[in-house]
């Protein structure tokens, strides 16, 4: 039986998989940006508020019918949420945050009136 001599000096390495996987990722990153989720996020957390203020109808055929717990409920979650994601949101996120909250508590506020 012949021994064959191994030798480790000349190395080829397949680094195609490198540009795959970077393709992969851009590509990822282009369908769905971690900000527009967030502002998909808290947008739809807002339109909740809204419609359980009563200004908004969740269904055409029927009056909107407020439900003042179910909205304080929402905006709570919306503080919650800003409190426990503070100085990890871009500016633009904390901007749209803090005005969306801002706007559903004066709402809030004049419904109790």
């Not at 795959?20 to 996020?41: M, T, V, Y």
């Not at 919306?78 to 909250?101: A, F, P, V």
């Amino acid at each position: 039986m012949e021994k064959k001599e191994i030798h480790f000096n000349q190395k080829h390495v397949d680094e195609s998989w490198k540009d795959q996987i970077s393709r992969e990722k851009e590509d990822n990153q282009s369908a769905r940006e971690p900000s527009s989720q967030f502002s998909a996020l808290a947008s739809s957390l807002g339109l909740q508020a809204l419609m359980h203020l009563g200004l908004i109808a969740e269904d055409e055929s029927r009056p909107p019918k407020p439900n003042i717990a179910a909205a304080r409920e929402t905006i709570e979650l919306l503080l919650m949420l800003k409190e426990k994601t503070k100085n990890n949101l871009t500016s633009e996120e904390s901007r749209l945050l803090g005005s969306l909250i801002t706007d559903l508590q004066l709402k809030f506020v004049q419904l109790q009136k």
